[in-house]
């Protein structure tokens, strides 16, 4: 991940950390605050997605697969 990416998602979860606590100072429940909290960081990524941390989760689920079904591929 590039510095101007990287800069600019830690500014968005600066904001979402910022905007969860005026809800939770304004009286928001917990849930809805941790709801705001899970949504704004899906679209977060989605918007700034890290593809660093992509490929190595797909690069593990691989090797997992690999391990899981290697004696059955036909359970594949």
Do not use: H, Y
Request: cysteine-free.
């Amino acid at each position: 991940m590039d510095d101007l990416k990287l800069t600019q998602r830690v500014q968005g979860l600066e904001d979402i950390k910022q905007r969860a606590l005026e809800m939770a100072q304004a009286g928001a429940d917990d849930l809805t605050v941790r709801d705001f909290i899970t949504d704004s960081k899906k679209t977060l990524a989605f918007a700034l997605p890290d593809e660093d941390t992509m490929l190595k989760a797909a690069d593990a689920a691989k090797r997992f697969r690999t391990m899981t079904f290697n004696d059955r591929p036909e359970e594949r």
